[in-house]
C-alpha cells in the first residue's frame, strides 16, 4: 500500500521524550486515516539502544547516525529515505 505521509523526528538522547509523545502522535495520524510512516533518526545518541527500541515497540522505522551531525542532517537523512508522498 502506498505511503502518503511520512513523518520524520530527529532525536538526540531523547528515548523518554519519544515514548511519552510518539504514541499520541500515531493515536492522531491513525484517526486522520492518512497512510504514514514515523521515522525515528536518531543522530548519534550512544544511550544503549533505548532509542530503537523505542522506534520498534512504537513501530517506527529506525535510522542511525553514528556519531551526532546535528539537526539538519538528521532530518534531511529521513527525508531522503522516507517513501511517503508527502514528508
Given at each position: 500500500?502506498?505511503?502518503?505521509?511520512?513523518v520524520?523526528?530527529?532525536?538526540y538522547l531523547s528515548a523518554d521524550v519519544a515514548r511519552r509523545?510518539?504514541?499520541?502522535?500515531l493515536a492522531h495520524l491513525r484517526s486522520t486515516g492518512v497512510s504514514h510512516e514515523?521515522?525515528?533518526?536518531d543522530d548519534g545518541s550512544h544511550?544503549?539502544?533505548?532509542?530503537?527500541?523505542?522506534?520498534a515497540?512504537?513501530?517506527?522505522?529506525?535510522?542511525?547516525h553514528a556519531v551526532n551531525q546535528g539537526n539538519g542532517a538528521?532530518?534531511?537523512r529521513g527525508i531522503l529515505e522516507a517513501v511517503g508522498?508527502?514528508?
Open positions: 500500500m502506498p505511503v502518503d505521509l511520512s520524520i523526528l530527529p532525536s509523545h510518539i504514541p499520541v502522535l514515523v521515522i525515528l533518526v544511550d544503549g539502544g533505548a532509542t530503537e527500541r523505542v522506534a515497540d512504537l513501530g517506527c522505522r529506525y535510522i542511525e538528521s532530518v534531511r508522498r508527502s514528508r
